[in-house]
Structures are given as C-alpha cells and as structure tokens.
C-alpha cells in the first residue's frame, strides 16, 4: 500500500483502540473520532479521552473481574526441578522444563536487599500456604481465557517487597503451542477476583516472557505506570486489550517474573493479595518443529496481525545496568539531559505504543524521527550522548543549557523537517495525590500519551532526548547515596513482516540499531 493508505489505516487502529462510545455517557470528555490531524493530538487532564491513547475502556475491568469471582481454580502441584531440562535458554541437548519447575521462587522483605524466600527453597516447593492455581474460561466459541494465580501474600504496608519467579506456568496447552494473546493483564487481585489498584499495590514490574528471551524482554508486561487517573479508568487500564484483529504471539512455556510494592504506610491493617496472570487467546497454532511462514499469524486466524515490540530502552553512554536491564541512575538532586540517535531498520506504520519512565525524576522526554542531534541543534546547546549533569540556572535563566536546548528543539524541528511523534512532560495533570502513603510526597505519576501514528520506515533516524530532575525537594533526597534509578522506554508496537516475537530488539531479531 502507499504511505498514505498506510497511514490512514494507522490512524484507524488507533481509534478503534481509543474510542469507547459505549461507555461516554458519564464521562467528561467524549472520543468518537480522530483529531482532524494527528499533530492536534492533545496533552492536557483530558488526554486519556482522545483517540490519540488506547485501552481505556472501564468495561474491560468489570468483565474480567465476573470471569475471576466465577472462578474454579484448580490447585497446581508443584515438584523439584525436571533434571535434563532447560530452564531459561534453548539448548539443542536439553528439552524446556514442564510446569512450574526448576528455580521456583516466591521472596518476600521490608526493603528489595532484605528479601528472604517465603515459599520456596532452591528448586523444591515446600508448601507454607503460597500457592498456584489455575482457571479457565471460554469467552465465545473462538476465544478462552486462561487465568493463573500465586499466593495469596499478606502485606501491611510500609513500601515492602513481594517477588515471584516462575520459569515455567503450568498451563493446560501443550509445550511449544503459540498463543495469539488478544487481551491480557499482569497484576495483583483481591481473593476474590477484584482488580487491586496503585495504591495500595505497585507494579514494580510484572513481566511474562516465551522461555527462550530474557527475564526482561517484556513480551507481555506491566508497571506501575500503566494505570490511568481515577476519573480514565483507574487499574482497568492494566487489562491490555489490543485492536481488533491483532494480537501478540507468545509459545508456551511463559516464564514469570514480579516484584509488587505495598506503598501504604507501615503497619497497615493486613492486606490479602494474589499475583495474577490472565491471558486471553483466540486461537492456538499446534507446535511444530518447522519455523511458520510469514504470513502464518494471518491464516491461522482469519485476518489476524501480529505485533511485535520494538523497544526503545533510551540509556546514556556508556551503558551500565545497575540492577535491572534497561536500567541506569542518575543524581536525584539536579537536572540531568542526554541524547540517543538511531535508525529503523523495518516498513510498517506504528500500530500503538506507550511511554514508561519515573516521573517522580525525568521532567521530559521525547522522540523525534527524520531528524539527527545535529540538525535539532542538541549539540549546540552541550548535550551528548553522555548523561550530563547541570545546575540550577538550567531551568531558571533564559539562557540556561536547558531552556535553551528547549527553544532549538521548538525552533530547530520544522525547519529541519524533523517530526516529534512521542512525548512525555511531567505535570500535574498526569499525578493523583494520596496522602498518608509510602510514595514520594504521596504522588502517584499515571499513564501518559504514547505516540502518534506515524510510518516507521528503514533507515527513517531518530533522536531521543531526556531531561531528567527531581519534583520535589523530598524526591531530590530520596534515593540512597542520591543517585535515583531510571527508566526511559518508548514501546512501539507494530506488525512487523516475517517477524511473530512478542518483542524484538536483541538476540538477532533487531528492528532499529
């Protein structure tokens, strides 16, 4: 197709993911229709209402929690680790574990460095009340839920850690079946089936990878941030729900990896919880030893396309990971900026995308295409690909490095026919105030835009740039040893030709360099 149909059929995507006409009687701002131009896309309080944003349908939540009240779970029996099997990496000599064996671990701790095992020891399951159980469900003659859950965990607040690990989820579909997962959410319920918002639980980082990718590929994935403002759909937010007709490819076996926060004050009333995670497919490609053709996502199910991530994971040089993947620090106490440039390496239009970060500490971020740092004029103004730090006139004069890196960006993007298509800038309109909480200034940063349609192409650059700086004094003072750990990911989905990974970019599968 031209750019221009597929453009038009981008913009499509994005209304049919953004508009919710069923449910906008009640609601303060209706999205019926795309933006006559997707440049007027909105960042104001009621971004979460246009259709420049996705999944923010309340229904999603009301329907998910019937399926789990109506539950018959299913008590899985967990043994020492299958000796021979391969736990986390393909191995030509070694078949992949079956169930939930090998390196099974449950942990639980006042602070992350503190976390002892709370269920399990080494690879044997040795009881004491955690669990996981199973649940099925069948939505329509072509689609089937399956739910599975671990706990249930009792926490009283406090900021404390709750981690699980999970190499393999004993699922009923055999070893080596791929799941198109039309609809999924990662995160914590009530015993009875209530969706657990933030707060009093924060998502950490809740990550559902294919046994062969890394523990944080983040093929399906949830964090803190997904969650909308209360009056956008609150914790339905997390229920992910992708287009019609599109889907993300997982095989079995999924492996699991969770942290959970419970950011009420310490020594709260007890709060039961269970970690869950609810996939909801349309249909399962029986395993095969031979690799599908391209097209096998389309003719396995009618029409369907299947996205793959391309993740962005934006990191100053040189690149140090202090802890998590993707990850990198910087000082809590004064404004930080940088730079990435790169290059797509595929064709296909942007399908939907969200932005995750740490509000508490990057004031702004923001993604440019056919542009470079020179013709933006970022070099001009000091910034590198290095993380440099600034003082306080950064922000304050005129003539500060990052006002006016700001004002060659805003002068410099037309005439170098340069585009911003993704933006994050930390305001007030994105926060939710909860006092008497662990979090800082008890303000809770919620799901911001992600980008506007737009047509990847090989070899189209790119220029990321970050300003990073603390919110508030008391973020300024937070972290130990006043270095604050960082996130900047821009996820850009798309259906990606000849490609069925749920995400790509590493191991030999690379979509931008």
């Known amino acids: 197709r031209s750019e221009k149909a597929r453009l038009a059929a981008a913009r499509r995507l994005f209304c049919v993911q953004g508009c919710v ?10 999205a019926t229709s795309l933006p006559a131009s997707p440049s007027t896309c909105p960042s104001g309080p009621h971004e979460y209402r246009t259709a420049c944003l ?24 967990f043994k020492p680790a299958d000796v021979g099997c391969d736990v986390r990496q393909a191995s030509p000599r070694k078949r992949p574990c079956s169930g939930s064996v090998g390196n099974t671990q449950v942990m639980h701790g006042l602070t992350e460095g503190a976390m002892r095992p709370l269920s399990s020891s080494g690879t044997r399951w040795f009881g004491g009340g955690v669990r996981v159980e199973r649940c099925g469900h069948h939505a329509g003659a072509e689609h089937e839920w399956e739910m599975h859950r671990i706990g249930p965990f009792t926490t009283t607040g406090g900021n404390d850690w709750t981690q699980v690990q999970l190499p ?7 070893l080596g079946t791929r799941l198109a997962v039309s609809e999924y959410f990662l995160g914590s319920t009530s015993t009875e089936g209530k969706l657990l918002a933030y707060p ?32 956008a759909g609150g914790v339905a937010c997390l229920v992910h729900r992708h287009a019609p007709g599109h889907v993300q490819r997982v095989t079995t076996p999924l492996s699991v990896d969770a942290d959970v926060n419970d950011v009420r004050a310490a020594g709260s009333p007890p709060l039961t919880h269970w970690a869950v995670v609810a996939l909801k497919s349309i249909r399962e490609v029986p395993p095969s030893s031979e690799p599908l053709p391209a097209d096998a996502a389309v003719r396995s199910s009618g029409r369907l396309q299947a996205l793959t991530q391309m993740r962005l994971a934006v990191m100053p040089l ?54 470079s740092a020179r013709s ?3 070099e001009e103004a000091g910034l590198s690909p290095a993380l440099r730090g600034y003082t306080g006139t950064c922000w304050s004069t005129p003539t ?37 909480t662990e979090e800082i200034d008890g303000v809770f940063y919620r799901k911001s835009t992600g980008c506007i349609p737009f047509e990847i192409a090989r070899g ?35 259906a990606v030709p000849g490609v069925l990974a749920p995400t790509c970019n590493g191991g030999g599968c690379y979509l931008w360099h």
């Open 200 to 231: 009093p639980l924060h998502q950490h980082h809740f990550h559902v990878e294919e046994y062969k990718a890394d523990w944080f590929a983040g093929g399906l994935i949830a964090h803190g941030d997904d969650q909308c403002h209360a009056h």
């Open 318 to 371: 040189p690149v140090r990971n202090p802890g998590y993947p993707g990850t990198y620090g910087v000082p809590s106490n004064q404004t930080s900026a940088f730079f990435r440039e790169g290059r797509f390496l595929v064709d296909t239009p942007l399908a939907w995308s969200y932005v995750h970060t740490h509000g508490h500490y990057v004031d702004e971020m923001a993604l440019y295409v056919n542009a």
């Open 21 to 30: 006409p069923t449910m906008e009687a009640h609601l303060p701002m209706q």
């Open 54 to 77: 996705l999944q923010f349908n309340e229904t999603k939540q009301l329907e998910l929690e019937a399926i789990l009240r109506a539950c018959k779970w299913q008590r899985l029996e």
């Open 168 to 174: 393999a989820l004993h699922s009923r579909h055999k």
């Open 460 to 494: 189209l650059p790119f220029v990321a740039v970050v300003f990073a700086s603390p919110d508030s004094r008391a973020a300024s003072s937070t972290p130990a040893g006043s270095i604050a750990p960082l996130h900047t990911f821009f996820r850009l989905f798309a």
């Open 376 to 378: 933006l004029g970022l």
């Open 400 to 436: 500060g490095a990052c006002r006016t890196a700001l004002r060659g960006l805003a002068k410099q993007q037309a005439s170098a026919g340069a585009r911003r298509v993704c933006h994050f800038k930390r305001t007030s309109a994105l926060s939710e105030r909860v006092p008497g």
